[in-house]
């Protein structure tokens, strides 16, 4: 519909005729639409259900698409059409929709024990962290964090898919544990590629997150957003270590243990060429994609303040990974709470099962009463009943002996004879005849 509607200023090309028409109502409509594309296919707030579930699909598509092509689709979009949607309103709309997105998908995550789930929800932050950067006007960050992301993202995913593959398809981190003493190469790469995800000095998602993070420090917005972009910085640490502590610390509960055999060392050969770039092209892009290096001066707080979060998240990441039986009591206090969180704040329920209900529920009843029971009843099923029914009638009467037939026979024999009386009884009294008297006939 977009490209459709920008053919009404005769090209494509809105670069070229963007300054004249910049407050028309066509334009401002495309800016609209262009703004709710990229949320869709990013998976924003109200639109992030579908991307947990998409993590059905198998896992190397899911190290393709989830980390590097179809989730930052949306992403790359708003990228190129920055110019046109920069000083906007809606892009004061999006970054707070964008911030509350990372903000959710990172406290989503420390509820969930799919593994590929979590690292699902960790994209849908990242995601949430490069709409809300772009929001603010800085392209060339949401891209270098575009990039380096990819690079750890798709290592993750990679080796989750191994971990999943040798515990005979399990996902669920509850009945893993101590891997690492089987696949030590698999879990170096997943352990670099989680501190690349927190920004760990000095690895590749370090150079894209904390300057991210210090531009937002540096910038003139209120604390809801500083507090949003902080809290989901810390919530990255915490369901980091989480998924550390249940994967390759804690101890193995022997559910699948005779699964893990030695390392995979065709998938070992492609991690490791990703866990080099997870190392080094956060430092190579910088120098790559921006002009001129950025120096930001802050206080000495506000600079290590990225620091302080990630050990807070770090320290709570530890804390609830260790927690026993006595600690559910505490958990049953705030049920309805977790609840909620733990379901994207029922967004799966508000778009994806609310709205399909109600037509799926419809259609099934019309299945059961119309396809299933009337028109079978009166159309094939109910014929076929009635030509069965009568085929096991005389199938029975064909079986019974000859006393039957010669009684059938004489029956009807009877019944013929019955019949040919009574006729001939009722011919009888209707004869016309006619008798003479003098000149004339007379009926009697």
């Not at 109910?382 to 010669?406: A, D, E, P, R, T």
């Amino acid at each position: 519909m977009i490209i459709c509607w920008m053919m009404n200023f005769g090209s494509w090309n809105y670069i070229f005729y963007l300054e004249f028409m910049k407050n028309d109502y066509c334009m401002i409509y495309i800016s609209v639409m262009i703004i709710l594309a990229a949320m869709t296919k990013s998976a924003q707030i109200p639109f992030s259900s579908w991307l947990p579930a998409a993590m059905a699909a198998p896992t190397p598509v899911s190290a393709l698409v989830h980390s590097s092509t179809l989730v930052t689709a949306g992403v790359y979009l708003l990228i190129r059409f920055n110019i046109l949607l920069v000083d906007t309103l809606f892009f004061k709309v999006l970054l707070l929709i964008s911030s509350l997105t990372m903000f959710m998908a990172g406290i989503s995550a420390n509820y969930e024990f799919d593994l590929k789930k979590i690292i699902a929800l960790s994209t849908l932050s990242q995601l949430g962290l490069m709409m809300s950067i772009l929001s603010m006007g800085m392209p060339l960050l949401a891209f270098f964090h575009l990039l380096t992301h990819a690079m750890f993202k798709a290592l993750l995913f990679m080796c989750a898919g191994v971990i999943i593959h040798l515990m005979n398809d399990m996902q669920d981190i509850r009945l893993m544990g101590g891997i690492s003493l089987y696949v030590p190469m698999t879990c170096l790469c997943m352990n670099i590629s989680n501190m690349a995800l927190c920004g760990i000095p000095f690895l590749a998602g370090f150079y894209s997150k904390d300057l991210i993070l210090e531009m937002v420090s540096f910038s003139n917005f209120n604390f809801l957003i500083f507090f949003l972009y902080y809290f989901s910085t810390g919530l990255t640490m915490y369901y980091t270590i989480r998924l550390m502590m249940y994967l390759m610390i804690n101890d193995y509960n022997l559910l699948s243990i005779y699964n893990l055999y030695d390392e995979d060392y065709t998938m070992i050969k492609s991690m490791l060429v990703l866990l080099i770039m997870s190392i080094i092209s956060g430092s190579m892009l910088m120098w790559l994609i921006f002009y001129y290096p950025h120096m930001i001066y802050l206080p000495f707080n506000l600079k290590l303040m990225v620091i302080y979060v990630s050990l807070a998240g770090m320290f709570m990441g530890y804390i609830i990974s260790n927690m026993n039986i006595y600690s559910l009591n505490k958990y049953l206090l705030t049920y309805n709470l977790s609840t909620f969180l733990c379901l994207m704040w029922f967004m799966p329920s508000l778009s994806t099962y609310g709205l399909s209900y109600y037509f799926l529920n419809y259609g099934q009843k019309l299945l059961k009463n119309v396809d299933f029971g009337w028109s079978e009843l009166y159309s094939g099923w109910g014929m076929f009943n009635v030509v069965k029914n009568y085929s096991i009638f005389y199938n029975i009467y064909q079986m019974n002996n000859f006393k039957i037939y010669l009684f059938s026979f004489i029956l009807w024999i009877m019944i013929f004879l019955f019949m040919l009386l009574i006729y001939l009884n009722s011919l009888y009294d209707s004869v016309w005849y006619w008798s003479y008297q003098g000149d004339k006939f007379i009926f009697k």
